[in-house]
């Protein structure tokens, strides 16, 4: 293998190929690369190689031909000079102030528009490959095709049934079987199926799995495949993984469903509305997944999922307020109490221009507690907002974010004293940004 890297001379008589069989003479745009490739036998293999030649419009004699080789395509391998390359209107274009005399091994493979030196007939008439079975109706490139017959002959046998077109996937049968239907691992009276056009590889495994030998079936079948792939896709790229989520996506009923209502955003719907039913706990209702009237059950299920947040939003409050009810207290001119519901926060910011009403959601857990500090002789109008999280002060706000007074200061240092509560009174409170 070791000598496919090192320089080989130019093949013979490729000048006079590029002058008299290309668009050499015809083209004027400088710098455009055009290819031209030969095949060969290497090692008992087949090896092709790409050559490229440099045409422009100073250059109008046959001495003025650049040609260098820029890749070998060797063992289902491809191994390319080091030459600087770019897309070029779909096309690769090659520029030659590099060295094509060192190869290495690339991991993709490069589609190359070349015009080959050799034809078809006379390479198999060179190297005696007379019954490998390709013919110029074959779908497959010649070279990739007298690839795979080398590694596996028997693929002769699919190229004079007429099946060439499968040799493609050679590797999904099993050639060391006599018959055909065992080759491609399927029921005898499904051949007839391998002919038709619609019929491709994915076909080929719903056929051996269900044994289905109606090719309607069969492409619905793949069709159901294809819609839950594409569920599947959508919620992968979801954060939150639900695995009540992915047994509904994988069933059959659920593609079935989806695509009689096929189009790009009802994936997108329907699976939010899966999640919806988790959160409602009506995931195994068969009758709540496939409503006769989707828009509309997802409208409903979108409303009582809402309602239900509201409801436990409002029930954590009411229970946060019972629990903390008992640290209400009154004394000269200020009183302070615990929030009560949730819109008492949104009234809190509204009033005072600080976000406490993003702390709802933790209220309502009882991860934290708000209370508020209010004036005697105006006991619903926002004064000061305190944050008390474990028997704690952890932040008391005015309005604009701003500090309390001096006399507030003092209020609150009484109160947490008489309920053994840790707050500092020049502490370096944070902000309800």
Known sequence: MISILKQWPLPKGIKDFIWNSTDFQTNKTLKTSRFVSRMEMYNGKPIKRVFGFLSA???????????????????????????????????????????????????????????????????????????????KDCDMPFFDYIC?????????????????????????????????????????????????????????????????????????????????????????????????IIQVI???????????????????DYIDYLKDLVKLGAITDRKML????????????????????????????????????????????????????PNELYVESSVLHHCVRTYDENVAAGTTEIMFIRKKDDPETPFYTLELKKEKVIQVRGEHNKTPEEDVRAFVGRWAKHFKINYTADQPYFRYY
């Open 290 to 341: 496939y409503p006769a009237d989707f828009l509309k059950a997802h409208a409903e299920v979108s409303k009582q999922v809402k309602l239900t947040a509201t409801k436990r939003m409002i029930e954590g409050f009411l229970k946060q307020y019972e629990a903390f009810a008992k640290y209400t207290f009154a004394e000269g001119m200020y009183l302070i109490r615990p929030v009560k519901e």
């Open 148 to 244: 795979r017959y080398i590694d596996n002959p028997k693929i002769e046998l699919l190229s004079k049934a007429g099946l060439g077109w499968w040799v493609q996937y050679i590797r999904y049968l099993d050639t060391s079987k006599k018959s055909l239907h065992e080759v491609f691992k399927i029921k005898q009276e499904c051949l007839p199926l391998l002919k038709e056009p619609t019929f491709g590889l994915q076909e080929l495994f719903v056929c051996r799995k269900t044994g289905y030998s109606d090719i309607r079936k069969i492409v619905a079948k793949v069709a159901l495949n294809q819609k839950r792939k594409e569920l599947l896709r959508q919620y992968s790229q979801q954060f939150t993984k639900d695995d009540s």
């Open 250 to 268: 994988n069933d059959e009923k659920t593609a079935e469903y989806c695509s009689k209502r096929h189009t790009y955003f009802f994936c997108n």
């Open 57 to 135: 419009s100073q250059f109008r004699s046959y001495e003025d031909i650049m040609v260098k080789e820029i890749a070998r395509f060797y063992d289902h391998k491809m191994y390319l000079g080091y030459v600087s390359c770019n897309l070029y209107n779909g096309n690769k274009t090659v520029y030659y102030d590099v060295h094509p005399d060192r190869f290495e091994k690339w991991d993709s493979i490069w589609t190359f528009y070349d015009q080959p030196m050799i034809n078809p007939e006379e390479f198999l008439e060179q190297n005696s490959l007379h019954y490998t079975g390709w013919n």
